[in-house]
């Protein structure tokens, strides 16, 4: 699967568009982009996927650059809640499932 | 549709003792991941099955370390003669094709 590289931590007000950058610059075309956050020592949570088309779901908005080098995930009002460690995975889809290998992530602080 | 049930939550071993974690996927689930988390570490994948079959074991301890999902009933991840070192919260994951799910984890204390 191909490497990410995601800042190691931001910050974002609460109420605010939280924007979280994710680089795959090695992404190969049969490859997903996944999103999962981590609160605290909680599971790990899916929050969105996509291949190369832009996506949304109720909890964030995933925009994929048009040459899947880069990705961004947006959580468009976020909360103290949404404070967390953010993976963005590179996955293959090779018609049967695979693993999902997490890297650093990007830790977002959430103030008031 | 119940998520990914892990039990128990909290474990407590005394160093030389047996570890038995268990997973129940998601209805309809077919494939089971485990993963480990070392205090203030990131997640590593440990080992992807499929039903009564190992498909992916490379981060797998080479010993003392084994995973089964049989036929009927939970994935089970065991540790025989736990050390220390292995004070961790074990999460597993399920999946059909597309997006894998988390439980809450089992958090393994070695005393």
């Known amino acids: 699967d191909a490497k990410t590289t995601q800042p190691t931590s931001m910050d974002c007000a609460e109420g605010r568009a939280a924007n979280l950058p994710c680089n795959h610059s090695t992404i190969s075309g049969n490859e997903y982009v996944y999103w999962y956050r981590q609160i605290h020592s909680q599971g790990p949570q899916y929050i969105i996927h996509g291949l190369k088309n832009n996506e949304t779901n109720e909890m964030a908005s995933l925009i994929i650059t048009e040459d899947r080098k880069s990705s961004t995930l947006i959580l468009p009002h976020a909360t103290l809640r949404d404070t967390a460690v953010y993976y963005c995975?590179?996955?293959?889809?090779?018609?049967?499932?695979?693993?999902?290998?997490f890297g650093t992530g990007t830790r977002l602080q959430v103030t008031l | 549709n119940a998520g990914v049930m892990q039990n128990p939550r909290h474990l407590v071993r005394r160093r030389g003792q047996e570890a038995r974690l268990r997973c129940s996927p998601m209805?309809?689930?077919?494939?089971v991941y485990w993963y480990r988390q070392l205090p203030e570490e990131g997640l590593k994948f440990m080992v992807y099955?499929?039903?009564?079959?190992?498909?992916?074991e490379s981060g797998m301890p080479k010993e003392r370390f084994s995973a089964e999902f049989p036929k009927e009933g939970p994935s089970i991840l065991r540790i025989q003669q736990v050390v220390r070192g292995d004070s961790a919260a074990y999460f597993c994951?399920?999946?059909?094709?597309?997006?894998?799910?988390f439980g809450q984890g089992t958090r393994l204390t070695v005393v």
């Open positions: 099955l499929q039903k009564e079959n190992i498909i992916d």
């Open positions: 209805k309809g689930h077919s494939h």
């Open positions: 995975i590179v996955r293959a889809n090779t018609g049967t499932a695979s693993k999902l290998t």
């Open positions: 994951a399920s999946s059909g094709q597309g997006e894998a799910f």
